[in-house]
Nanobody, 126 residues
Framework: QVQLVESGGGLVQAGGSLRLSCAAS????????MGWFRQAPGKEREFVAV????????YYADSVKGRFTISRDNAKNTVYLQMNSLKPEDTAVYYC???????????????????WGQGTQVTVSS
């Protein structure tokens, strides 16, 4: 069983930055992809970024590429999402998610992920 706990959300002005954290526990993560998703009111949950825990490869949604960076700290079992140049349209509840991988592909569908955190609110004011 994997437990994921997000933190770091808040209110920020457009153009500002926030760093989200996702603390993972419950098992080893050598074969896990860790992703970030977000869900705005009235919208479907959408993929933001993913990192392969053991090798550090990453993949981003086009809407955040160049502004957001996903990373992990193996010693702390924590995944981060550094968000820069934030826009009002980035406002959403951000979720950390995990999945066991078995091939070289990254998956962006939320149904592919087995483990979820409780979410953290990010609000970007204009």
């Amino acid at each position: 069983q994997v437990q994921l706990v997000e933190s770091g959300g808040g209110l920020v002005q457009a153009g500002g930055s926030l760093r989200l954290s996702c603390a993972a526990s419950g098992r080893t993560f050598s074969s896990v992809d860790m992703g970030w998703f977000r869900q705005a009111p009235g919208k479907e949950r959408e993929f933001v970024a993913v990192i392969r825990w053991n090798v550090g490869g990453t993949y981003y949604a086009d809407s955040v590429k160049g502004r957001f960076t996903i990373s992990r700290d193996n010693a702390k079992n924590t995944v981060y999402l550094q968000m820069n140049s934030l826009k009002p349209e980035d406002t959403a509840v951000y979720y950390c998610a995990g999945r066991d991988y078995s091939n070289r592909f990254f998956y962006t569908g939320s149904k592919e992920y087995n483990y979820w955190g409780q979410g953290t609110q990010v609000t970007v004011s204009s």
